[in-house]
C-alpha cells in the first residue's frame, strides 16, 4: 500500500518513513510544500493529512487531487508517531 503525508514535523520524516515501513507500507511524506507538490504527490492508495502543522493551501490542493484521483483521505490533527500509527493501524492490513 502506498501513503502521502501531508504535513507533520520535518525533524520526523524519517520516522514517519520508518512507522509505515513497519505496517507494511510505502511512504512519500511532504512536511512543506516544495515546488510543483501536484505532481510529486502521484496517486497513493491512501493520503494521511496532519492538520494542525498543513497550510490550507496545501491541504486544498491535497484534497482537490485525492477527490480528482479517487484517493481515500484520513485526517488527523496531532502529528505525532502515535497518531500516525493509529491511523495506519485503522486503514492499513499490515
Sequence with gaps: ????????NEC?????????????????????EKGAFRKKLGN???????????SHKMMNTAVNEAKRNNIQIARTHSSSAAALTSVLQEYCAG
Design 44 to 54: 497513493p492508495d491512501l493520503m494521511i493529512l496532519f492538520t494542525n502543522t498543513v
Design 1 to 8: 500500500m502506498s501513503v502521502v503525508i501531508i504535513g507533520g
Design 12 to 32: 520526523m520524516v524519517c520516522q514517519y518513513e520508518k512507522i509505515c515501513k513497519e505496517h507494511g507500507c510505502r511512504a512519500k511524506v511532504f512536511a512543506k
